[in-house]
């Protein structure tokens, strides 16, 4: 059937060949007016999501000072083999507090790493190790995964939640390592030794 085609579009010169040109053409447009916009902008990505880092780790961090989001997140910690420790050490308030003070120093310091770097690594830890605890609950959640579908890979909404955190935390990823880079960049610089050119 392809080779009657092709055959056929040669023959005939069917517009399917001037269909795709003109699919070509569109993309192309779409990339161009892309780059007029700023797509190729130094940094951009880098800028944006420490930008919506800092915004999530704000509004996160501010639900975690109301009794609703205590309880929302009891079955979270309580089954996270990373954080199921909070609630014998906090009790079910002061465990979410102390999500919410970790929230908002790790998203402060990620805005300060907007002017320095350092502070910014800091935050960007601190984001990286928030969501390991987070996507390490996902096997350990009960009833994480929809009986009426079959099970796993059907998502409950408890599951659900967590697996933007894989995101999350692969921006963190991308962050820290961006600031480190630049970071030793200009200390790898500094401690290169200057050569010296000795002419005869």
Same mark, same amino acid.
């Given at each position: 059937?392809?080779?009657?085609? =092709?055959?056929?579009?040669?023959?005939?010169?069917?517009?399917?060949?001037?269909?795709?040109?003109?699919? /070509?053409?569109?993309? =192309? $447009?779409?990339?161009?007016?892309?780059?007029?916009?700023?797509?190729?902008?130094?940094?951009?990505?880098?800028?944006?999501? /420490?930008?919506?880092?800092?915004?999530?780790?704000?509004?996160? @961090?501010?639900?975690?000072?109301?009794?609703?989001?205590?309880? +929302?997140?009891?079955? %979270?910690?309580?089954? @996270? #083999?990373?954080?199921?420790?909070? $609630?014998?050490?906090? &009790?079910? /308030? &002061?465990?979410?507090?102390?999500? @919410?003070?970790?929230?908002?120093?790790?998203?402060?310091?990620?805005?300060?790493?907007?002017? =320095?770097?350092?502070?910014?690594?800091?935050?960007?830890?601190?984001?990286?190790?928030?969501?390991?605890?987070?996507?390490?609950?996902?096997?350990?959640? #009960?009833?994480?995964?929809? *009986?009426?579908? &079959?099970?796993?890979?059907?998502?409950?909404? $408890?599951?659900?939640?967590?697996?933007?955190?894989?995101?999350?935390?692969? *921006?963190?990823? %991308?962050?820290?390592?961006?600031? +480190?880079? /630049? +970071?030793?960049?200009?200390?790898?610089? =500094?401690?290169? #030794?200057?050569?010296?050119?000795?002419? $005869?």
């Amino acid at each position: 059937m392809d080779q009657f085609t =092709n055959h056929f579009d040669v023959i005939t010169g069917d517009s399917n060949r001037s269909g795709r040109t003109t699919a /070509r053409g569109l993309m =192309n $447009h779409v990339i161009d007016v892309l780059i007029k916009l700023g797509i190729l902008k130094e940094d951009l990505d880098y800028h944006l999501i /420490r930008a919506s880092m800092v915004i999530i780790f704000l509004f996160f @961090g501010y639900q975690k000072w109301f009794e609703y989001e205590a309880q +929302v997140l009891i079955p %979270y910690i309580s089954n @996270g #083999p990373l954080i199921f420790w909070l $609630h014998p050490l906090f &009790g079910i /308030r &002061g465990a979410t507090l102390f999500l @919410g003070v970790s929230e908002w120093t790790f998203g402060t310091l990620l805005f300060l790493g907007f002017w =320095n770097k350092k502070l910014g690594i800091l935050g960007a830890l601190g984001s990286s190790v928030t969501f390991i605890c987070t996507v390490t609950i996902i096997p350990f959640m #009960p009833e994480g995964w929809a *009986a009426s579908a &079959g099970g796993f890979p059907a998502m409950t909404e $408890h599951v659900a939640f967590l697996m933007k955190d894989i995101v999350l935390f692969s *921006a963190s990823v %991308y962050l820290l390592r961006q600031d +480190v880079m /630049r +970071v030793s960049s200009p200390a790898k610089q =500094n401690r290169e #030794p200057s050569t010296v050119v000795l002419s $005869h």
